[in-house]
Every structure is written in structure tokens, then in C-alpha cells.
């Protein structure tokens, strides 16, 4: 796939910025992904990641890290912080910000290490692409915790995104979930391959953590259908 977001990142951060990235879904027009945003201070950020930055503690993973705003946040904290990405070029901005421990990795082949925080933030449930996923997800995750650890992730319920019927219900084309999406980006001429990106409404994604043994509590909200949630392993939260 071209590394579309990290040429992009690289060319803000040497001074080139002259356009944003574009981006577009199966459902959704064209739409404009501003290049400042990923450079973002603490200050600039939604209160959904500032709360998550908040509860950060001990060894953090921080998972499809950009330009690298979050790990940068919590490494001037103090906090010993991983920052991945499958982007080379996103990984080369963290790397050039001052990130000490800025990795080119698919989270999946991350292996043999723990981590008392685990970060997936700007809807991080999209890299599990699709349903049919979560539980491969979801139990990798759990392997890279600490017996005490924390993942805190968010995510956004696109119901708002269709239809309503009079029975409460929604309206969807074809047969696939409502937060399957189909994603490209575009920047200076050059196109992505498409790829899979998932929304997880709070119902599914509760029920894929308790399937996988995991405890899922919700922290906080946001203002457009998005939230925060904490996933611990279930036996340290007994009922």
C-alpha cells in the first residue's frame, strides 16, 4: 500500500505543507483530513483523548501513533512510551519529534512485551477492519498487557450515519454491518489502495471484550457518537 499519510507527514513536517489529505468512504463524499490536526498540542486535543492521556500510567503502547502528538505528550510526562505505526514515513516524523521508541510494525507481529497502557486512539477500533477480526484483536491485545494493564480506546457509533424507521430501527444497504467501512485517501495526485476501517457501537463491542475474557466499561463521551472505553482482563473486575 503507498504510504499516503506518511508522505503526507513528512511534508508538514519539513515545511512543504501546500495541501491536506482527502479522504473518502462507501458511504461518505470526499472529505478533507487536515495535516495540522495530527500535529496537534495537548490543548488542541478532544476531551476524549485528553481523558485518555489523563489515566495513562506506567510502560504505554501507543498503537497507529501518526506524527506522534500522544506518545509525545505522555514521554514528556515522564512515561516510557512504545509508538507504532505501519506508516515508515509516520514512524520517521516520531522519530525526527523526539520519540525514543518510534517502531515500523503491524500491531499483530508485536510480540513478547507488556504494557500497563495500551492506546488506540482516533477510532482505534478501525484497525480491526472488520467484525469478523475483533476477537483475533482483541486477544492479541490482551497478550501484550500486564496482568494490572489498561487498553483505552475509542471509537464512534455511526447509527446517526443512516436512516431511522419508525420502529427505531435503521435503514442499511447490502448486508455487511453498519460500521464496515470502506476507506481511501488521496494526496498531491497519488491514491491509496482501499482498505477496511470498523466503528463499533458500544453494544457489539461490550459483547467481542466479555467473548475474549475481558472487562469493557465505557469512560466518557463525546459530542459526535463517539466514546471512550477501558478494557481490562475480566478477572481483575469480578462481579
Keep these: 500500500?503507498?504510504?499516503?499519510?506518511?508522505?503526507?507527514?513528512?511534508?508538514?513536517y519539513h515545511g512543504?505543507?501546500?495541501?491536506d489529505i482527502i479522504t473518502e468512504t462507501n458511504i461518505s463524499e470526499e472529505d478533507i483530513l487536515p495535516l495540522p490536526y495530527f500535529f496537534r498540542t495537548h490543548a488542541e486535543m478532544p476531551q476524549i483523548e485528553r481523558k485518555a492521556l489523563q489515566l495513562s500510567k506506567g510502560k504505554v503502547l501507543d498503537i497507529g501513533c501518526g506524527a506522534g502528538c500522544h506518545a509525545l505528550y505522555l514521554q514528556e510526562k515522564g512515561l516510557p512510551v512504545t509508538a507504532i505505526d505501519t506508516s515508515e514515513g509516520a514512524v520517521e516524523v516520531c522519530t525526527l519529534r523526539g520519540?525514543?521508541?518510534?517502531?515500523?510494525?503491524?500491531?499483530?507481529?508485536?510480540?513478547n512485551e507488556k504494557f500497563d497502557t495500551i492506546l488506540?486512539?482516533?477510532?482505534?477500533?478501525?484497525?480491526?477492519?472488520?467484525?469478523?477480526?475483533?476477537?483475533?484483536?482483541?486477544?492479541?491485545?490482551?497478550?501484550l498487557l500486564t496482568p494490572k494493564g489498561q487498553i483505552l480506546i475509542d471509537s464512534s457509533d455511526l447509527r446517526y450515519m443512516y436512516d431511522e424507521g419508525e420502529d427505531g430501527g435503521i435503514w442499511i444497504p447490502g448486508d455487511s454491518y453498519y460500521g464496515e467501512l470502506e476507506f481511501s485517501m488521496k494526496y498531491k495526485g497519488e491514491e491509496s489502495d482501499v482498505f477496511d476501517w470498523?466503528?463499533?457501537?458500544?453494544?457489539?463491542?461490550?459483547?467481542?471484550?466479555?467473548?475474549?475474557g475481558l472487562h469493557f466499561e465505557v469512560l466518557t463521551r463525546g459530542e459526535?457518537?463517539?466514546?471512550l472505553a477501558r478494557i481490562t482482563v475480566a478477572e481483575n473486575n469480578p462481579a
Design 16 to 19: 512543504k505543507y501546500t495541501e
Design 1 to 12: 500500500m503507498k504510504d499516503i499519510l506518511g508522505t503526507a507527514l513528512l511534508d508538514f
Design 224 to 227: 459526535n457518537f463517539d466514546y
Design 120 to 143: 488506540l486512539l482516533m477510532n482505534g477500533t478501525g484497525i480491526f477492519q472488520k467484525l469478523e477480526f475483533i476477537s483475533v484483536f482483541l486477544d492479541h491485545l490482551k497478550s
Design 198 to 212: 470498523l466503528y463499533l457501537d458500544e453494544r457489539i463491542f461490550e459483547t467481542a471484550c466479555i467473548a475474549s
Design 99 to 111: 520519540i525514543k521508541d518510534a517502531r515500523c510494525i503491524d500491531l499483530i507481529r508485536l510480540e
